[in-house]
């Protein structure tokens, strides 16, 4: 059982910056393959990054390429999305997921076994 907790969000002007960050409890974060989504109101949820439990394959989508960059500190047991450059329409709720398995899930939400309940990131025009 893993427990996944993200944090950081808020509300920033467009050009600004902010960090989320997830800690897991439950399992040593070497053991997981970690990713971030996101979900605007009335709209799919969607991949924003992924790191595989080694942290040498990262995956970004193309709207966040340049921009967001996946991090994770094994010490304490915690994942980063560090978002520059931020434009309005990253407006969502941000989601912290985990993948328990031997298998790295990349940007397919239905193979991550567990998540966080989501930090808001709201930016302004």
């Known amino acids: 059982q893993v427990r996944l907790v993200e944090s950081g969000g808020g509300l920033v002007q467009a050009g600004g910056s902010l960090r989320l960050s997830c800690a897991a409890s439950g399992r040593t974060l070497s053991s997981l393959s970690m990713g971030w989504f996101r979900q605007a109101p009335g709209k799919e949820r969607e991949f924003v990054a992924a790191?595989?439990?080694?942290?040498?394959?990262?995956d970004y989508t193309d709207s966040v390429k340049g921009r967001f960059t996946i991090s994770r500190d094994n010490a304490k047991n915690t994942v980063y999305l560090q978002m520059n450059s931020l434009k309005p329409e990253d407006t969502a709720v941000y989601y912290c997921?985990?993948?328990?398995?031997?298998?790295?899930?990349?940007?397919?939400?239905?193979?991550?076994?567990?998540w966080g309940q989501g930090t808001q990131v709201t930016v302004s025009s």
């Open positions: 790191m595989s439990r080694s942290g040498l394959t990262t």
């Open positions: 997921a985990a993948d328990s398995d031997a298998y790295y899930s990349g940007s397919t939400s239905r193979m991550y076994d567990y």
